[in-house]
């Protein structure tokens, strides 16, 4: 598991390649706040081949971290699995996915 982050358009870019469970916790949080929580966020799950329930929540601290309601986070490149977990937790209400 690796987290990339890089700042495109003024996107602050999570990339995680691998497993993204517990273990990733505190490398994901480093990657976010790096950022002021107003930016806008974009988490990459392209490379992503395992995602559990910690990882729900790591994304849930995000969208607290970034502003709640009027946080800016994108999801992007999920597979299909991803996409399922995502709509039975019902986080296309909090996130934009893609």
Do not use: W
């Amino acid at each position: 598991m690796s987290i990339s982050t890089e700042i495109k358009d003024n996107n602050l870019i999570i990339k995680i390649k691998g497993r993204f469970d517990f273990k990733a916790q505190a490398e994901f949080r480093g990657a976010y706040e790096k950022a002021q929580p107003s930016a806008k966020f974009v988490v990459d799950l392209s490379q992503t081949d395992y995602m559990d329930s910690s990882a729900l929540g790591m994304l849930l601290l995000l969208h607290d971290y970034a502003g709640g309601d009027k946080s800016q986070i994108e999801i992007v490149k999920c597979s299909e699995d991803v996409k399922a977990i995502f709509a039975i937790s019902n986080f296309q209400k909090l996130f934009k996915i893609s």
